[in-house]
């Protein structure tokens, strides 16, 4: 089968469609069908759908025999389907913010689930509104909340919030749908973001009792996208407008010892399934070239046929692209257990991973990057070392801004397993030496996976007898610290959490805060003693005024009440 690549639109406005073939040099021009599509005057819609947590290897049209996709393999049959699609970043908010921007995390500032873009980067839903579009989102989880930037020119911005949690596909398209509906005197775009195939995985009937989980995840996922793809067929929108369908990342399911996503940088998580489709627009077929997530806004721009836009990338369909290496990285075990972040480079054949101990992996000879072959490859490994580290210093940009969030919400993060209790922190001032490398110490991250899973079941012994220990094994870690205190608060035993407090409120950017946490979880058990300790460590650090007067009042109060420090009557509360 040929390799097309298409170029709709060069920056000029030449009316003309390439397709390249797999091995380069042959080029064929599809002369009538691109030159009616480009005289026509409609201007086109933009339909962005986002499959997070979704394995390019789960799907039909990627060769998963076993995956129930009809409508993603149906796109794919129509469109073109990019194999070798990468995120650069196995997180959901930087990687969406890649997608909308054209730049990587180094240079949009957002690296985890936390942090607000600036305001200053240009961003596809700003320049689409712009130019007379009308915008709408339709987000499945908090993990894409206003609070962090890219509601950007987004007329609608429809979030989850809680207690909501996430949304469901079949809510998420019936939002969709209904703001489609109304869209008939200017052109659209649609951004639609599907949650479901993401950790817990219980898929409705009857894909719950037909697939494994997390393929009936998918499968549930796809029947919603069918309405999307049925509802531009009925309204005869197909030819008038660019679909792309794309995963922000994958999913480890166990593979290299990992459960789910973000501590690793393996095929698993960072090869994701990427689909356009714009009927007599853009070419059927399936390119094997390596593309980035950072090409979509550039992409859009060349078959919207702008001459000037500002986004980072080259377009997807352009005749004359070659290959490029993949950048990716991980700072999630960082910001969560303060081990080294890591980075990556990939070519058609090679990964190279920087870490304490690096990794090259022989992508054709080893599909499942098992077998680290660095020592007999060290020319390979030095140049894409090299190149990694020049890629990493040319990176320039705004870091990320703090975010305040509820407690809610930063329970609902970490019941997602994303910490969800401390704004970015970007590693500087340390090497690669001075921390453990993720590798080794795996049995901590899934001891963390699994309590997270327990306790968002409410299985808090169970969750604490797997925390102990691992926390013990990674006494740095100021996640599984900050999960013994809150399984220590929660088990009516909070003065075992004070060495745990501690060790977090050590490590973490937003140390008052902290302490305060701690001071108010203490007053709640019935230790007043200990919670006023607390209140004055927290009036000692730079706070709001109004916070600290409130504080000080609480502190006058209960230093003038005396008495032992023990609890009252019904603070234990046990499961």
């Given at each position: 089968?040929?390799?097309?690549?298409?170029?709709?639109?060069?920056?000029?406005?030449?009316?003309?469609?390439?397709?390249?073939?797999?091995?380069?040099?042959?080029?064929?021009?599809?002369?009538?069908?691109?030159?009616?599509?480009?005289?026509?005057?409609?201007?086109?819609?933009?339909?962005?759908?986002?499959?997070?947590?979704?394995?390019?290897?789960?799907?039909?049209?990627?060769?998963?025999?076993?995956?129930?996709?009809?409508?993603?393999?149906?796109?794919?049959?129509?469109?073109?389907?990019?194999?070798?699609?990468?995120?650069?970043?196995?997180?959901?908010?930087?990687a969406h913010a890649t997608m909308l921007?054209?730049?990587?995390?180094?240079?949009?500032?957002?690296?985890?689930?936390?942090?607000?873009?600036?305001?200053?980067?240009?961003?596809?839903?700003?320049?689409?509104?712009?130019?007379?579009?009308?915008?709408?989102?339709?987000?499945?989880?908090?993990?894409?909340?206003?609070?962090?930037?890219?509601?950007?020119?987004?007329?609608?911005?429809?979030?989850?919030?809680?207690?909501?949690?996430?949304?469901?596909?079949?809510?998420?398209?019936?939002?969709?749908?209904?703001?489609?509906?109304?869209?008939?005197?200017?052109?659209?775009?649609?951004?639609?973001?599907?949650?479901?195939?993401?950790?817990?995985y219980v898929p409705p009937e009857p894909?719950?009792?037909?697939?494994?989980?997390?393929?009936?995840?998918?499968?549930?996922?796809?029947?919603?996208?069918?309405?999307?793809?049925?509802?531009?067929?009925?309204?005869?929108?197909?030819?008038?407008?660019?679909?792309?369908?794309?995963?922000?990342?994958?999913?480890?399911?166990?593979?290299?010892?990992?459960?789910?996503?973000?501590?690793?940088?393996?095929?698993?998580?960072?090869?994701?399934?990427?689909?356009?489709?714009?009927?007599?627009?853009?070419?059927?077929?399936?390119?094997?070239?390596?593309?980035?997530?950072?090409?979509?806004?550039?992409?859009?721009?060349?078959?919207?046929?702008?001459?000037?836009?500002?986004?980072?990338?080259?377009?997807?369909?352009?005749?004359?692209?070659?290959?490029?290496?993949?950048?990716?990285?991980?700072?999630?075990?960082?910001?969560?257990?303060?081990?080294?972040?890591?980075?990556?480079?990939?070519?058609?054949?090679?990964?190279?991973?920087?870490?304490?101990?690096?990794?090259?992996?022989?992508?054709?000879?080893?599909?499942?990057?098992?077998?680290?072959?660095?020592?007999?490859?060290?020319?390979?490994?030095?140049?894409?070392?090299?190149?990694?580290?020049?890629?990493?210093?040319?990176?320039?940009?705004?870091?990320?801004?703090?975010?305040?969030?509820?407690?809610?919400?930063?329970?609902?993060?970490?019941?997602?397993?994303?910490?969800?209790?401390?704004?970015?922190?970007?590693?500087?001032?340390?090497?690669?030496?001075?921390?453990?490398?993720?590798?080794?110490?795996?049995?901590?991250?899934?001891?963390?996976?699994?309590?997270?899973?327990?306790?968002?079941?409410?299985?808090?012994?169970?969750?604490?007898?797997?925390?102990?220990p691992a926390a013990a094994a990674s006494?740095?870690?100021?996640?599984?610290?900050?999960?013994?205190?809150?399984?220590?608060?929660?088990?009516?035993?909070?003065?075992?959490?004070?060495?745990?407090?501690?060790?977090?409120?050590?490590?973490?950017?937003?140390?008052?805060?902290?302490?305060?946490?701690?001071?108010?979880?203490?007053?709640?058990?019935?230790?007043?003693?200990?919670?006023?300790?607390?209140?004055?460590?927290?009036?000692?650090?730079?706070?709001?005024?109004?916070?600290?007067?409130?504080?000080?009042?609480?502190?006058?109060?209960?230093?003038?009440?005396?008495?032992?420090?023990?609890?009252?009557?019904?603070?234990?509360?046990?499961?």
């Amino acid at each position: 089968m040929r390799d097309p690549t298409t170029k709709c639109a060069s920056p000029r406005g030449r009316s003309r469609v390439r397709i390249f073939g797999a091995a380069g040099g042959v080029v064929l021009v599809l002369a009538a069908a691109a030159l009616l599509w480009r005289s026509r005057p409609e201007p086109i819609n933009v339909l962005l759908i986002t499959l997070d947590t979704t394995r390019a290897d789960r799907l039909g049209c990627y060769g998963y025999a076993r995956g129930e996709t009809p409508s993603l393999d149906r796109l794919a049959a129509e469109g073109v389907r990019f194999a070798q699609a990468f995120t650069p970043v196995p997180l959901t908010l930087p990687a969406h913010a890649t997608m909308l921007t054209g730049l990587l995390p180094p240079e949009h500032g957002l690296r985890d689930n936390d942090g607000r873009m600036d305001a200053g980067i240009p961003i596809l839903s700003e320049a689409l509104r712009t130019r007379g579009y009308r915008t709408a989102a339709f987000l499945a989880s908090t993990v894409l909340d206003a609070r962090y930037g890219l509601d950007r020119g987004f007329e609608v911005y429809s979030e989850a919030r809680p207690p909501e949690k996430d949304i469901t596909a079949d809510d998420v398209c019936s939002r969709a749908l209904a703001w489609l509906a109304d869209q008939a005197n200017a052109p659209f775009f649609c951004w639609v973001h599907f949650y479901d195939p993401h950790d817990p995985y219980v898929p409705p009937e009857p894909y719950r009792s037909r697939h494994p989980p997390y393929d009936g995840e998918i499968a549930f996922m796809d029947r919603e996208i069918g309405r999307l793809l049925d509802f531009l067929e009925r309204r005869n929108l197909e030819r008038r407008t660019l679909v792309i369908a794309c995963g922000d990342h994958g999913e480890a399911l166990g593979q290299h010892d990992e459960l789910t996503h973000g501590l690793f940088l393996y095929g698993e998580t960072m090869r994701v399934p990427l689909i356009l489709r714009l009927s007599g627009g853009i070419p059927k077929g399936v390119s094997n070239r390596m593309v980035p997530l950072s090409d979509i806004p550039a992409t859009v721009a060349d078959v919207l046929r702008w001459r000037e836009h500002a986004f980072g990338g080259r377009s997807l369909l352009a005749p004359d692209r070659t290959d490029v290496r993949c950048y990716g990285e991980t700072l999630y075990s960082f910001n969560l257990h303060r081990w080294t972040p890591l980075y990556s480079l990939t070519t058609r054949r090679w990964k190279y991973i920087e870490a304490p101990e690096p990794e090259l992996y022989d992508r054709i000879a080893d599909a499942r990057e098992t077998s680290n072959v660095l020592q007999a490859n060290p020319v390979i490994a030095a140049d894409l070392r090299r190149e990694l580290e020049r890629r990493r210093n040319a990176m320039r940009g705004p870091a990320a801004h703090r975010v305040s969030i509820d407690r809610a919400t930063r329970e609902r993060l970490r019941s997602l397993g994303y910490g969800g209790s401390a704004p970015v922190a970007t590693p500087s001032g340390c090497s690669m030496t001075d921390l453990r490398d993720p590798k080794t110490v795996t049995a901590v991250h899934r001891a963390y996976d699994r309590a997270v899973g327990l306790m968002d079941r409410n299985r808090h012994r169970e969750a604490l007898a797997l925390v102990e220990p691992a926390a013990a094994a990674s006494p740095e870690s100021p996640a599984m610290n900050t999960m013994l205190t809150h399984l220590y608060f929660k088990l009516g035993t909070p003065l075992k959490a004070k060495p745990h407090i501690e060790v977090t409120a050590a490590t973490s950017p937003v140390k008052r805060l902290v302490l305060l946490e701690a001071a108010n979880g203490f007053l709640a058990k019935g230790f007043p003693g200990e919670a006023v300790a607390y209140y004055r460590r927290v009036l000692a650090l730079p706070g709001p005024p109004e916070q600290n007067a409130e504080i000080s009042a609480v502190v006058e109060r209960l230093s003038r009440k005396a008495g032992p420090t023990r609890p009252q009557p019904g603070s234990r509360d046990g499961e």
